[in-house]
């Protein structure tokens, strides 16, 4: 019997019809993943119906905002799954679209695929607000999840967590995505809570080749100014079957690039 492989990626689109138009779908065809995880959607449910609910035979499960071309997660599988979680009960951030949950549950597993979209607060005061009131709420949501199951988490996290993680570390201890508060959520997410940053098992050192997002403003992505804010979080047993990660730069559909990791595991 030879190994059994499965692929998972998470991409910030920046407009699934905008990351369609770019070509995703063909990279999607040609890559073959067995999941992806989607973030910033920015669609409704009527613009993604009869279009966008499969992607190179993946069916798509979706978590749409109230407010129209904001926000909004998606989670396209291979796999069928034996439930779908939207939302993660809290009323603020559940009205913004930013959680589905793909359950594959079997008598001798429960096992989660989530996508989620965690706020940015770089727009000013209000949304750094919202962010911090958003970590607050979904560190205890993990908690009480991993309690109970398998998972990984997948998405833009908008926070990067250590020097390492952005090439400006030393300009933007001021600013949202690498503020001392956010950072140490992260630390907290992965020493107390016990959860596993999986790129960073894989990759402990990289720098240059980490970044996932770079600003649209002067050459950031010429000159590779980026930063590392999507991410697979997983479970101790789950981290521990993931065998590589890679970063695609080839092809740009959005302002984030995919980030696919292989886990050694039957599905």
Not at 221 to 233: C, E, F, H, M
């Amino acid at each position: 019997m030879g190994k059994s492989f499965f692929k998972l990626t998470s991409l910030n689109l920046n407009g699934i019809r905008s990351a369609a138009s770019k070509g995703v779908e063909a990279w999607l065809a040609q890559t073959s993943p067995d999941c992806i995880c989607v973030q910033e959607v920015k669609a409704q449910a009527p613009d993604v119906h009869g279009r966008y609910d499969a992607l190179a035979g993946l069916k798509g499960h979706f978590h749409f905002a109230q407010k129209k071309g904001y926000s909004g997660v998606g989670a396209f599988s291979r796999h069928e799954p034996s439930d779908v979680i939207v939302g993660f009960g809290c009323e603020e951030f559940d009205a913004e679209g930013r959680y589905v949950e793909l359950r594959f549950d079997t008598p001798q597993r429960k096992f989660s695929i989530i996508s989620c979209y965690f706020p940015s607060g770089s727009s000013g005061e209000e949304r750094q607000q919202a962010k911090f009131r958003f970590l607050d709420v979904f560190d205890p949501h993990l908690v009480a999840l991993k309690r109970e199951r398998e998972f990984v988490l997948c998405g833009d996290i908008n926070i990067a967590h250590k020097e390492q993680d952005l090439k400006n570390w030393k300009g933007n201890q001021k600013n949202s995505g690498f503020l001392p508060e956010e950072r140490a959520w992260m630390t907290k997410l992965l020493s107390e809570t016990g959860l596993v940053d999986v790129y960073r098992h894989l990759h402990p050192e990289t720098t240059d080749d980490c970044y996932t997002w770079w600003s649209n403003r002067g050459q950031a992505y010429a000159k590779n100014v980026g930063w590392r804010l999507d991410y697979q979080i997983a479970t101790p047993s789950i981290a521990r079957t993931a065998r590589e990660a890679a970063i695609y730069k080839t092809t740009r559909f959005s302002d984030h690039a995919p980030l696919t990791i292989a886990y050694e595991m039957a599905f």
